[in-house]
């Protein structure tokens, strides 16, 4: 099987602009989340789709949004871009049922805020 | 809220010697425990993880770690280290009351390992 796959891998953004990451996740998977890592913060969680619904959702403000698609594909848009941004954003998939949380993480999309 | 803390920051080791990991993670409830291991360049990786049952876990590359309900803690020990270990390990916490997936990670534990 495929792993989860994560576009772009790297992004230079300017402050104020917006961006939209993109995440494929291993096949049969329905949920997809979706974190932030910073050398500062660690890794923090900011969404969870699963069947095209947010499950969950952590404690980023709402210029973070998310979306997911019908064949379980996901993005996450950032608007309006501060330096503070600049982070590694990992993608992760699962099968999304109760009987297991194992999470597959894609590689990350780098995106830095200039 | 759940929170996860790893004790240690850095650990610099000799290859063969013994690790262990510490994490401990506050919630009263139930919680699925994991440990992920992240290699210089590559993704997280999933090492192992609890759900329930014998809290002694075995994982993979000879890892396993023990769930101490009682000291809310899952720490990861390896009996002898080698160089390929060298990575940055993370501790993380899905508490049952979530609908679905939502970890929370500890700090990270960066690890090296002197051939």
């Known amino acids: 099987k495929a792993g989860v796959t994560q576009t772009p891998r790297y992004l230079i953004k300017t402050r104020g602009q917006q961006v939209t990451l993109s995440c494929s996740p291993i096949s049969g998977h329905r949920s997809v989340s979706w974190y932030q890592q910073t050398p500062g913060q660690g890794l923090q969680f900011l969404f969870e789709?699963?069947?095209?619904?947010?499950?969950n959702k952590g404690n980023f403000p709402g210029r973070f949004s998310g979306r997911q698609f019908s064949n379980s594909r996901s993005e996450m848009n950032v608007s309006t871009l501060e330096l503070g941004d600049s982070a590694l954003y990992l993608c992760a998939s699962s099968s999304g049922t109760r009987s297991t949380y194992e999470q597959y993480f894609g590689p990350g999309t780098r995106l830095t805020v200039t | 809220a759940q929170s996860v803390s790893q004790h240690n920051h850095h650990v610099i080791l000799s290859e063969a010697a013994s690790l262990e990991l510490g994490c401990n993670y506050s919630?009263?409830?139930?919680?699925?425990l994991f440990w992920y291991v992240q290699y210089p360049g590559q993704h997280l990786q999933l090492l192992l993880k609890?759900?329930?049952?014998?809290?002694l876990v075995k994982g993979i590359k000879g890892f396993e770690a023990e769930f101490i309900k009682s000291k809310f803690s899952f720490n990861l020990r390896k009996p002898s280290v080698q160089w390929s270990d060298t990575a940055e390990y993370f501790c993380?916490?899905?508490?049952?009351?979530?609908?679905?997936?939502?970890?929370?990670f500890g700090g990270g534990t960066r690890l090296m390992v002197k051939p």
């Open positions: 919630y009263g409830g139930t919680v699925n």
């Open positions: 789709y699963f069947s095209e619904t947010q499950r």
């Open positions: 993380a916490v899905n508490a049952q009351y979530n609908a679905g997936n939502m970890l929370t």
């Open positions: 609890y759900f329930s049952g014998d809290p």
